[in-house]
């Protein structure tokens, strides 16, 4: 089965890091239905030319929406290779935990969490017939954190033990996997035509590896885990933030 035959499906793939990921795919000869709940945006991306690509408007948190892409996405490709589930509430900071509001914390566990688990659900019987694979996209804020971040920390942490207790119950017919970014500039990746200011010399060199990472550090990975080059791979969470959670800060 050659890539270009292959189909998979990006959750959240208009903007940031998805659609980091869905231009990557599709210049490797994937077939990439994207959904997102910003039609305008998919509406856009889906029209460059950059590739095969069909865009699905829906929201992950809903389970009728979910049904609704992952069927017009087999519907469109004929099978299913690949999810990846990207969609998420990206703004980490909910301010004082004691006056965190309950609809708050629950519309960040229902995309960030629920999300994943619902596309997931609704994707094994069409992975199952392909042998197909699943990467999560969680945040290095499982492992760390800031303060006033409990709501997002807390959907990302459990993104990271959902793929191991997938990847336990799905294999060995399904491979799920899981990344963590840290810090991606995505700003060129917002389906604006604004320029984003360059980043300051401090951004850059207070990673280890010299750099702010770019979304095609995470979309390479994905490729490399949907790929049967990643056939012993499961279960796995990679962190992917230019060495920044191995770094000791101190205050000077």
Same mark, same amino acid.
């Given at each position: 089965?050659?890539?270009?035959?292959?189909?998979?499906? /990006?959750?959240?793939?208009?903007?940031?890091?998805?659609?980091? #990921? /869905?231009?990557? *795919?599709? $210049?490797?000869?994937?077939?990439?239905?994207?959904?997102?709940?910003?039609?305008?945006?998919?509406?856009?991306?889906?029209?460059?030319?950059?590739?095969? +690509?069909?865009?699905?408007?829906?929201? %992950?948190?809903?389970?009728?929406?979910?049904?609704?892409?992952?069927?017009?996405?087999?519907?469109?490709?004929?099978?299913?290779?690949?999810?990846?589930?990207?969609?998420? @509430?990206?703004?980490?900071?909910?301010?004082?935990?004691?006056? +965190?509001? *309950?609809?708050?914390?629950?519309?960040?566990?229902?995309?960030?969490?629920?999300?994943?688990? *619902? %596309?997931?659900?609704?994707? @094994?019987?069409? +992975?199952?017939?392909? $042998?197909?694979? #699943?990467? $999560? #996209?969680?945040?290095?804020?499982?492992?760390?954190?800031?303060? &006033?971040?409990?709501?997002?920390?807390?959907?990302?942490?459990?993104?990271?033990? +959902?793929?191991?207790?997938?990847?336990?119950?799905?294999?060995?017919?399904?491979? /799920? $996997?899981?990344?963590?970014?840290?810090?991606? &500039?995505?700003?060129?990746?917002?389906?604006?035509?604004?320029?984003?200011?360059?980043?300051?010399?401090?951004?850059?060199?207070?990673?280890?590896?010299?750099?702010?990472?770019?979304?095609?550090?995470?979309?390479? *990975?994905? &490729?490399?885990? @949907?790929?049967?080059?990643?056939?012993?791979?499961?279960?796995?969470?990679? /962190?992917?933030?230019?060495?920044?959670?191995?770094?000791?800060?101190? !205050? !000077?």
């Amino acid at each position: 089965m050659s890539q270009s035959e292959r189909v998979a499906l /990006v959750t959240g793939g208009a903007k940031g890091i998805g659609r980091g #990921i /869905v231009l990557y *795919l599709a $210049n490797e000869g994937w077939n990439v239905a994207f959904c997102d709940r910003d039609e305008a945006v998919g509406e856009q991306l889906a029209k460059t030319g950059a590739g095969e +690509l069909c865009f699905l408007p829906g929201d %992950v948190a809903s389970e009728s929406d979910v049904q609704r892409v992952v069927d017009e996405t087999v519907q469109w490709g004929g099978r299913l290779d690949a999810v990846i589930n990207n969609a998420g @509430i990206a703004d980490p900071e909910t301010g004082p935990v004691e006056s +965190l509001g *309950l609809e708050q914390w629950q519309r960040r566990l229902d995309v960030n969490l629920t999300g994943p688990f *619902l %596309v997931t659900k609704h994707s @094994i019987p069409h +992975l199952r017939k392909t $042998n197909g694979a #699943i990467v $999560n #996209i969680a945040s290095t804020r499982a492992m760390q954190s800031e303060p &006033d971040t409990e709501a997002y920390a807390a959907t990302k942490g459990g993104v990271v033990a +959902l793929t191991h207790a997938l990847a336990v119950s799905l294999g060995p017919e399904i491979r /799920v $996997n899981c990344i963590s970014p840290g810090w991606i &500039d995505t700003r060129a990746f917002q389906g604006r035509s604004d320029e984003a200011p360059p980043l300051s010399e401090t951004d850059h060199h207070q990673h280890p590896a010299g750099r702010v990472g770019q979304p095609e550090d995470i979309a390479s *990975l994905v &490729d490399y885990l @949907i790929s049967p080059k990643a056939s012993f791979i499961t279960g796995q969470n990679f /962190v992917v933030d230019g060495g920044m959670v191995r770094k000791m800060i101190y !205050e !000077e």
